[in-house]
């Protein structure tokens, strides 16, 4: 298992979600966000977790942008209040 910082996410990752939480009122150092990343029987699987406060959430990064959209929706239901 590799854990990740924000910093270490792709450059066109951290583009998008800045994008994302200035639609939505917020900014990039509202949310401590990671990354790890596992190798299993030779396929790598992404995991994506934002927290913000008491809440957190993990969103799979199995295409490119897909937790991205996710995080948003969350951000329009208000899940990080």
């Known amino acids: 298992m590799d854990l990740q910082t924000y910093t270490d996410l792709p450059l066109d990752e ?3 979600f ?3 939480c200035a639609r939505r009122g917020f900014a990039p ?3 401590d966000v990671s990354s790890t990343e596992d190798i299993i ?3 790598s699987e992404r995991l994506v977790t934002i927290r ?3 809440w957190t959430q ?19 239901c208000r899940l990080f209040k």
């Open 14 to 16: 951290r583009a998008a």
């Open 18 to 20: 800045e994008l994302a």
């Open 29 to 31: 150092m509202h949310f």
């Open 41 to 43: 029987d030779g396929h």
């Open 52 to 54: 913000r406060g008491c």
């Open 58 to 76: 993990s969103y799979r990064a199995d295409r490119p942008g897909q937790w991205i959209h996710q995080f948003e929706a969350d951000l329009v």
